[in-house]
């Protein structure tokens, strides 16, 4: 039986969170929708931020109470704290993440906290989504390299996964946010994160800037991770990350693990559309 390997589109978040053109919502909703028939499992389409820290956010609510939905996949979100939390249930969202770093500095200049705070912050938002029976995501960002402290160990990756699945996370996704892990410094820092949490419940999260984030998706593949995030036309960066590009495009991202043997479950003449969509959605 062929193997199937998913690919969770972060496109409508993280793609268009650093888009510097306010997208109207129309737009959005209708990425959203067209996504929603290409094949999906799961759709980050919102992130419940403070909107001064990401005014592209600003209107997740109206996304969600706008989109076409398809009962096969979950609208999720991110959520900061209790208050996006709260706002993100309200707004409908079927899953939430929360999202903390490795490396201090991002930490800082993300979330305005160090990761012992930050990860404070967390635990209630954890206890309520455990409470309330919403799935809750973890993200930790800088895995491999941070755009202010530079080279990250991967036991600092691994105590923060660590964190998040003693908290509640049914899956961790780790996030070259900047784009610049090769297959080696991939491998070496899953070598630690496998100690605490097995491949089954691990994401690939990696953006493109230095162009081997396909390899690097390769080499997680090695190392049986089956679940990776990525962003129809290649969309996106973070506003915190100077520099670093999109994630990588969800279109080469099927057309890796396919060419492996992968099954990815994909209508591609639907992600080709969206993807066209996304593109004319850039500033
Ligand atoms: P803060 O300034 O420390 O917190 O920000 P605060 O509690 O003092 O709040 C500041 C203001 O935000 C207040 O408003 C709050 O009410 C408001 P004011 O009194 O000044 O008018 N506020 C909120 N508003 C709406 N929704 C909320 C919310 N919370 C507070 N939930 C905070 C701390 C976490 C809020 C802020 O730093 C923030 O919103 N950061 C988000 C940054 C972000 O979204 N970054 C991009 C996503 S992460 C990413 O892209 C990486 C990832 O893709 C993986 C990877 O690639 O590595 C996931
Ligand atoms: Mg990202």
Redesign the pocket.
Known sequence: MTERVEIFE?GP??GL??EARLIPVEEKIALVDCLSLAGFRRIECA????????PQ??DSAAVLAGIARTPEVSYTA????????E?ALAAGADEV?I?G?ASEG?SKA????TIAE?LE?FRPVAEAAVAAGVPLRG?????VECPYDGVVAPDAVARVVAALRDMGCYEV??????GRATPESIVAMLDAVLQEMPAERLAG?Y?DTGGLACDNVEASLGLGLRVF?AAVGGL??????PG?AG?VATEAVAERVASLGYEHGLNMDVVAEAAAMARRMRG
Do not use: E
């Not at 993300?110 to 906290?113: F, M, S």
């Not at 996704?173 to 900047?178: A, E, H, P, V, Y």
């Not at 996106?236 to 990350?241: F, K, L, T, V």
């Open positions: 972060v978040r993280d969170q650093n992130s419940f931020v403070s909107p001064k820290w990401v956010m600003a991110l959520t900061p704290n209790l208050r996006g939390f706002d993440a999202f770093s991002f993300n979330i305005n906290a930050s912050r993200y930790v960002s800088c895995v996704s780790l996030g070259d946010t900047i999260h953006h995030d996106g960066g973070c506003p915190y990350a670093a994630n």
